[in-house]
């Protein structure tokens, strides 16, 4: 075993595949925030008067808050005052007109991370909006959305394009005021995806962004809103990757999405972010704030998420369901190795009648991880004939990683069935000798049984993302077995 | 084939096996009888390479190499194959898919080509065939929700698979029913060769009614006390192990 032992131990000391920087000039903003700052941000940006005040608003209220202590994680504290709040890559004027006018220093990035942007336009119907820092800075297959009425553009654009939408719906599903993070991104976001699905219209390509955070010392806070009009559909991919960084790097994004009568949003996200060295140095700080409402009656919201990166991952896409008949589900791999920590689960708060929910969840932990999963199932007095089912399940490896599950339960119905089921196991000695007696390595042995434990939530993943999340799988857990 | 000279097992600090000899030629079928806590478990999982075991002394020759320097995969790569007295569970991964990768990783091995889904699938009902299993355990997760006599027959179905040149079934045929042991007796007979060699590792001779082996060792307290042919199984079976490992006829001892 030794031989074997010596091999692994080279598995993990390989370097994160996806770390290194970019060199662009970046438009930063000094570190620090204050009102100054948030107007600056603004003005960059041209936007309308709403909203700076909305900013403005929101960092009033940011600053009566304090950080949330109740969560499973720990980490130094953080300066708020040592982060710039807004870096974009320069670019003309009027921006890039098409990719040739994208800077070829940034195309080349996203050829390492595997998202040639040339390419991925022909391949098999997947529009990217790259984020690339805090600006998107190309955006393909739009033309063809917006022969469908479709509105698929950065956040930035849809401010200036389409007011009237962000308006209405910007922090209706998570206002200002709605916790520490979001309360600051929403002073200081700089800019996201914005998606509008007219009424009766099935978006006939997966959408799909990939974030990346580069400047250094720059807080990334994206800001998505997904609209899905009245009977309408819409898939949407989130994936992201990040460059090796000494210091950490804070993360606080935002989702919205918004489901009108008998719409339904499928939100999928693989997750990749910088998890620090084998020693728990570096990482991102990943702190989300994601949440759907089932605003109208059938609607339904599906959130799949495949977490692997990060050094923290603070986590817990919800959904309202405040329709009659709505559904929202929740589909959780949450992976951490090394030294990471994730607190993640999801809400799923019931006020419509018969509304349903249903949540999978699959933790696992190798090295020094610490895995939460942390879930609230809420069923108002309004949710006649509620339903929810629960199911977490975390595995083990090796003896030093721990895994936690907390669940609360709020139920104000006595029509309400409500099941929770959790367990607990260790990949054990016995599978793998098991595995290896049949001639498989440790390795393949470990991706396997991995992969079978995670098999019901790779199964929401679109198929090419299915895929990319099992090698991601596979490569975070390299050398967990010694 | 095998050749295990003075074998020292510990467990933990603890001497399991304290000097067995054994010798098994290809062609041959040896039955390891012994009472519980004898060890028999032990020799099966140390030959297929399980962790955990340390081998204080002796040596294991297995087709002229050092089989105690390979590690498990290894050794199933070179044909040992280890039929699980207790098969473990791996939920969501489907039995075709576990038993196309233990078959392709060997042929890999072997530097032959490896198998397509559509070959693979035509051999594997064949092997399903001629063991009276239904496909739909092919579709199943490993041995999860499987009954205990299912979870063997699927180790016999795995055998039939890889057929291996050593053969090592541990306890093969216990908690099975009378049908289910004629299954696992007509697979393990069924890759009976002059090529291969196969260690049945068994509490009761019932086994033996079935799949007649060349020699019958009795193993007590660590070690071989007496080797003999059909007939010592049948005299176990009478007399219980107490009386037979002292018997007269005691052979194969330590020289």
């Not at chain 1, 075993?1 to 438009?27: C, P």
């Not at chain 1, 610490?370 to 879930?375: E, I, P, S």
Request: proline fraction near 4%.
């Amino acid at each position: 075993m030794l031989k074997e032992a010596a091999k692994l131990d080279e598995l993990v000391s390989q370097e994160y595949l996806h770390g290194f920087v970019t060199d662009v000039e970046s438009d930063s903003v000094p570190q620090g925030l204050n009102e100054e700052v948030i107007h600056l941000i603004s003005a960059k940006k041209e936007e309308p008067e709403f909203m700076l005040e909305w900013r403005l608003k929101a960092y009033r209220h940011w600053l009566t808050m304090s950080e949330p202590g109740w969560s499973t994680i720990h980490h130094p504290p953080i300066d708020y005052q040592a982060i710039s709040y807004y870096s974009a890559p320069r670019s003309r004027k009027d921006g890039p007109q098409s990719l040739a006018d994208v800077d070829p220093e940034l195309l080349r990035t996203y050829e390492k991370l595997g998202v040639p942007l040339e390419e991925r336009e022909l391949l098999a119907g997947v529009a990217v909006d790259a984020v690339f820092d805090s600006v998107s800075v190309a955006t393909t297959f739009k033309a063809k959305l917006a022969e469908m009425g479709i509105i698929f553009c950065s956040f930035s654009e849809a401010v200036l394009e389409h007011p009237e939408l962000v308006r209405q719906y910007l922090g209706s599903v998570v206002p200002f005021t709605d916790n520490y993070f979001a309360s600051l991104n929403s002073a200081v976001f700089s800019d996201g995806s914005f998606c509008y699905i007219p009424p009766g219209v099935h978006c006939p390509m997966e959408l799909s962004t990939y974030f990346r955070i580069n400047a250094l010392n720059t807080g990334q806070f994206e800001r998505t809103l997904i609209i899905a009009d009245r009977d309408s559909y819409v898939s949407y991919l989130e994936g992201c990757t990040a460059p090796m960084r000494d210091e950490n790097q804070l993360h606080a994004a935002v989702v919205e999405l918004v489901a009108l009568e008998n719409a339904r949003i499928r939100y999928a996200t693989v997750q990749n972010w910088y998890p620090g060295d084998k020693n728990g140095k570096g990482g991102i700080y990943n702190f989300v704030t994601k949440r759907g409402e089932c605003r109208g009656d059938n609607s339904r919201i599906s959130w799949t998420q495949v977490e692997t990166g990060s050094a923290i991952t603070w986590k817990y896409p919800s959904v309202i369901l405040k329709g009659d008949n709505s559904y929202g589900e929740f589909h959780s791999v949450a992976l951490t190795n090394n030294f990471q920590q994730a607190d993640t689960g999801t809400k799923m708060i019931h006020l419509g009648k018969h509304t349903r929910s249903h949540i999978v969840s699959k933790g696992i932990s190798a090295g020094h991880g610490r895995n939460a999963y942390r879930g609230l199932v809420k069923i108002a007095r309004t949710a006649v004939g509620a339903r929810n089912y629960s199911q977490c399940d975390s595995l083990l490896l090796g003896d030093r990683c721990a895994a936690h599950t907390f669940p609360y339960i709020e139920v104000k119905h006595s029509s309400a069935r409500v099941e929770h089921e959790a367990t607990t196991s260790r990949i054990g000695e016995d599978q793998l000798f098991y595995c290896q007696s049949r001639g498989l390595s440790a390795e393949d042995a470990v991706s396997m049984i991995v992969n079978g434990f995670c098999k019901e939530v790779f199964q929401e993943l679109p198929m090419e993302f299915a895929v990319e999340a099992q090698k991601l799988l596979g490569i975070s857990l390299e050398g967990s077995i010694g | 084939m095998l050749e295990i000279r003075n074998l020292h097992v510990s467990v933990d600090g603890q001497p399991i096996l304290k000097g067995l000899d054994l010798s098994v030629k290809a062609g041959e079928v040896h039955a390891i009888m012994g009472p519980n806590g004898s060890g028999k478990s032990t020799l099966a999982h140390v030959l297929a390479g399980r962790t955990g075991y340390l081998v204080t002394a002796g040596e294991v020759m297995y087709r002229s190499s050092n089989l105690l320097d390979l590690v498990a995969e290894d050794r199933a790569r070179l044909g040992i194959f280890l039929a699980f007295q207790y098969p473990v569970e791996i939920p969501g991964v489907t039995n075709v898919y576990f038993l196309k990768a233990a078959l392709n990783a060997q042929r890999r091995h072997n530097g032959q080509p490896e198998l397509d889904a559509i070959d693979f699938l035509a051999l594997i009902r064949s092997r399903l065939k001629q063991l009276d299993m239904d496909e739909s355990l092919l579709y199943r997760s490993v041995n999860q929700g499987f009954s205990g006599g299912e979870k063997k027959r699927n180790e016999i179905l795995q055998m039939a698979l890889l057929e291996p040149r050593l053969a090592l079934l541990d306890e093969s045929d216990s908690g099975l029913d009378i049908d289910a042991l004629k299954v696992v007796a007509g697979g393990i007979n069924g890759l009976r060769s002059p090529e291969r060699a196969i260690v049945l590792v068994t509490h009761y001779q019932r086994l033996l009614d079935y799949v007649v082996p060349d020699r019958v060792h009795i193993l007590a307290d660590g070690r071989i006390v007496r080797s003999g042919g059909r007939e010592l199984a049948i005299e176990l079976e009478r007399t219980g192990y107490g009386k037979a490992a002292d018997g007269p006829a005691m052979q194969a001892t330590m020289p």
